[in-house]
């Protein structure tokens, strides 16, 4: 009879079939060979076209109509995807927005020096030159003039070429809600393209006359209407002088970056930012026409998620941001207590530490300043404003606009926690071979939860893969990210190790589990229908043999079968199998052979299935988690304290297990407590510090519920250890398990009386004279003043109607004393806590045996068996 194909196997070929079938529906709109070359060539011709117009305008051949202008006025548009009159734009309010841009200037610098010198070629007061770093902080909405949906745009007319798709849905990135956060990230690393206009003898420098490009990261979140989170990637412009940053989203309904000069607050800025687009765009344009087939990608792509190869584009709004940072304060400590306040002076000393913190020499720098800044958006295809939260027109004990490190602080910080990170899994990988030193024998590694071991080994796999994929992509912390995954990797190497231990010595008691229940299965099977009893089979024929039997010979007896003896040797079991599973009939060899290959064949691959079953999980909360940085704030923060509430859930399983098998303690106290405390450290860093490298909003509540739910585990397994792991608990809701620690009663004859040598003359004689053997015990260890104590206890137990009885322990070799309750007399602290602490001091056997507790104990860590009779003993 071939063997069943397992349930794993059937799993593992549905889930096959799930991925093929979500492969074959998942609609491919993604370019092609033949079409991808020809939509590029495309693009580069409207995108080399409009480089073309940016270099022919000049200052005011942008002057759109707008909300308050007369009506002699004649508007001028550009010849700009977006920036055309048919385009549909609400360009009524750019007015309003460059109004607001240099509102936002003047109150930054103002609130400093007390004067308006924002424009100026050289400020007072200066802020970053290099404005690499990240920032995060909150937004509010301000809608503008002019209402705009996404079906009053035509797309089909704004970008022909290309294939738009959820026209008619909303489109992404419309911020709906009134408030939210938001997250500002800088690049301007070495080597990016700067321009600074030369200055004739005898005549000042311009303002606005050093620009540099510049690029940034930005995440949106509404907390107002819970939708979802957006990133996106905006390319723009940095004048360092002024502190100002003007960038734009690009897309194929928006030519943002060849119109961004027109953008700008002044005309100074306009012909400055022209100058330096008119070459770094010419050099990525010819870059791209080059390699126009191998890499067709928009250079300007607002996607941050991946390249902008699929041409079946979904609409979302565009983002004009002006970033204004804010001005250092020379008198501030940060910065060395430098006493010049001269311009000249203070500009110096922010060249010295930008350069000390991007190629450090060690010079000291007691602290860095912080990086400030404040932020207007501006939607022009949605119509609304978004801008940050802060004076003047908010508290700055409210909000601060935006704040945040410089990108080498941040990546100094990044550097220092993953160190630490490392040292607690070191401390984790110490504490678990301490711990598999006193866990390696069968009698203490059945104790071992195997679901506690298993949500350990999980979270250290999942970390693993974090720092795993975070070296790989991180040059900057690519060292200490390794040092995390050599870390994380030992722990779960060990851990796994530790794992499959536990699992090969409950094997036998999951094996009888599982007969258990086959075996009750099959009984009730058999007693709903029984099947009619075959027929007796005719005798065999006799083989070789062609004469007939004598007359006087007993008839032939058919053979016997074989019995298989199973791989755990149990005889009786594999029989009473056979018996039931047949119903009377006997297995032929072939079929017990076949069923025994299965049987072996599942065991050796079940532990796998487990470690594949751990990997899946793994590889879903990876995803999850991934996923879950663009979910709503309140579905966001509900995900992650549940999965951290299940994580340090982690003793739960270990409780029910002792309650099952009626053990108190399975680990170390230094591995609980040691464990619960380095695991819940990471916990306490992004939950309690507001500044954490990954600008989580501190929730002390929360983290609060999480260490008193792992405290609480801890306080049941102390109350397991020393009262017992069922106190309290119904003796109905457990399954029956020996009592080591039982209550002695002289009459308790249903239990098989007092244990051997507490009967008869080992103990008290019967004229209640104490024995010779205690008397001897007693002048071995006690003096005159334990003597009199003792016989003071002896005469308050008989006042209680119990008597203490002695012998000698046959591991120890020293005197047990057991408190006996007299025949009809009522235990008076038994069911207590009282009593369950007098209990603890002895132990007694099945086969009636008594020891000192903690010499049992360590006997039964090695062996199994009583030590007097070697009869099998149940396990702790």
């Known amino acids: 009879m071939p063997a069943q194909p397992q349930a794993q196997d059937s799993g593992r070929i549905v889930l096959v079939l799930i991925l093929l079938f979500w492969l074959m529906v998942t609609p ?163 080597g990016i393209a700067e321009y600074e206009e030369e200055t004739k003898e005898g005549k000042d420098a311009r303002s606005a006359a050093l620009v540099r490009e510049t690029m940034a990261f930005v995440s949106l979140q509404d907390e107002a209407s819970g939708s979802m989170s957006w990133n996106m990637r905006l390319h723009g412009v940095h004048w360092p002088r002024q502190g100002a940053i003007l960038l734009t989203t690009t897309s194929e309904k928006f030519a943002g970056i060849f119109g961004l000069p027109h953008l700008s607050p002044g005309p100074d800025f306009f012909q400055s930012s022209q100058k330096l687009l008119n070459v770094t765009l010419d050099k990525v344009l010819r870059k791209k026409e080059k390699t126009r087939f191998t890499d067709p990608s928009n250079p300007w792509t607002s996607v941050v998620e991946g390249s902008d190869d699929s041409w079946a584009l979904s609409p979302h709004c565009e983002y004009i941001m002006y970033v204004q940072l804010q001005p250092l304060d020379p008198r501030q400590a940060a910065l060395n207590n430098y006493k010049n306040h001269a311009r000249e002076g203070f500009s110096g000393l922010l060249d010295e530490m930008e350069k000390e913190l991007r190629f450090p020499t060690g010079a000291p720098i007691n602290v860095v300043p912080d990086l400030r800044m404040s932020l207007v958006a501006w939607s022009p295809d949605c119509g609304y404003f978004l801008e940050s939260k802060g004076p003047p027109h908010y508290p700055s004990v409210d909000a601060d606009h935006l704040v945040g490190v410089k990108e080498e602080v941040f990546l100094y910080q990044v550097k220092i926690w993953l160190l630490a990170l490392a040292a607690l899994y070191m401390g984790q990988v110490w504490l678990l071979k301490a711990q598999m030193k006193e866990s390696c024998t069968p009698s203490t590694i059945g104790r071992v939860s195997f679901y506690t071991a298993g949500v350990m080994l999980l979270a250290d796999g999942v970390v693993f893969t974090a720092a795993a994929t975070l070296s790989l992509a991180s040059t900057n912390a690519f060292l200490p990210c390794l040092l995390v995954t050599f870390a994380t990797f030992m722990s779960m190497a060990i851990g796994g190790a530790f794992l499959q231990d536990v699992f090969k010595i409950q094997e036998p008691e999951r094996r009888s589990r599982e007969r258990d229940r086959r075996h009750n299965t099959t009984g009730s099977n058999t007693l709903a229908a029984t099947p009619a009893p075959a027929p007796a089979p005719a005798p065999p024929a006799p083989r070789g043999d062609s004469l007939p039997r004598p007359v006087t010979a007993a008839p032939p007896r058919p053979a016997s079968p074989p019995i298989i003896i199973p791989s755990d040797q149990d005889i009786a079991a594999e029989i009473a199998e056979n018996t039931a599973a047949g119903a009377g009939t006997i297995a032929t060899p072939l079929a017990a052979g076949t069923a025994n290959t299965a049987a072996r064949q599942a065991q050796a691959t079940t532990f796998a299935s487990i470690m594949g079953r751990f990997v899946f999980l793994g590889i879903v909360i990876i995803f999850l988690s991934v996923a879950a940085s663009s979910w709503p704030a309140p579905i966001r923060a509900c995900y992650i304290n549940t999965v951290a509430l299940l994580y340090l859930s982690l003793w739960v399983p270990q409780i029910w297990r002792n309650v099952q098998r009626n053990s108190r303690r399975a680990f170390a106290w230094r591995f609980m407590i040691g464990q619960s405390a380095l695991r819940l450290a990471p916990f306490a860093y992004f939950y309690l510090r507001a500044d954490n490298i990954l600008f989580a909003e501190p929730d002390w509540r929360a983290f609060a519920l999480l260490a008193g739910w792992l405290w609480v585990q801890l306080w049941v397994l102390a109350f397991q250890d020393v009262l017992g792991p069922r106190f309290g608990i119904p003796p109905s809701w457990m399954p029956e398990a020996w009592d080591y620690h039982p209550v002695l009663r002289e009459d308790n004859v249903e239990a098989g009386g007092l244990p051997i040598g507490l009967v008869g003359g080992g103990g008290e004689s019967e004229a209640g004279e104490e024995s010779p053997m205690l008397e001897r015990a007693r002048s071995w260890s006690h003096g005159e003043a334990d003597g009199v104590r003792e016989r003071e206890r002896d005469k308050d137990c008989e006042r209680r109607g119990m008597h203490i009885r002695s012998m000698d322990c046959a591991i120890c070799r020293e005197v047990l004393e057991v408190p006996v309750v007299r025949a009809g007399a009522a235990d008076p602290a038994a069911g207590g806590v009282a009593g369950v602490l007098a209990r603890r001091a002895y132990m007694v056997t099945p086969c009636r045996h008594i020891f000192h507790t903690k010499c049992l104990e360590g006997w039964l860590r090695f062996r199994l068996q009583c030590p007097i009779c070697r009869e099998e003993l149940p396990p702790l």
């Open 28 to 190: 491919d709109n993604g370019p092609v060979l033949i079409s991808t070359p020809s939509l590029a060539s495309a693009r580069l011709q409207r995108q080399r076209q409009a480089y073309g117009v940016l270099n022919s305008t000049k200052w005011g051949d942008f002057s759109p109509r707008l909300a308050d202008d007369s009506k002699g006025l004649v508007p001028r548009y550009l010849n700009l995807t977006g920036f055309r009159q048919d385009d549909g734009y609400a360009w009524a309010d750019f007015g309003d927005f460059r109004d607001r841009c240099r509102e936002w200037s003047r109150n930054a610098y103002s609130s400093h020096s007390g004067t308006d010198d924002w424009d100026r070629p050289g400020p007072t007061q200066l802020a970053w030159k290099n404005a690499t770093g990240r920032v995060h902080g909150e937004w509010v909405r301000r809608p503008g003039t002019a209402v705009r949906q996404a079906a009053a745009y035509n797309l089909t007319e704004l970008a022909p070429e290309v294939s738009w798709q959820g026209t008619r849905a909303d489109w992404s990135r419309n911020v709906t809600g009134v408030h939210g956060k938001i997250s500002l990230t800088l690049e301007e690393y070495e």
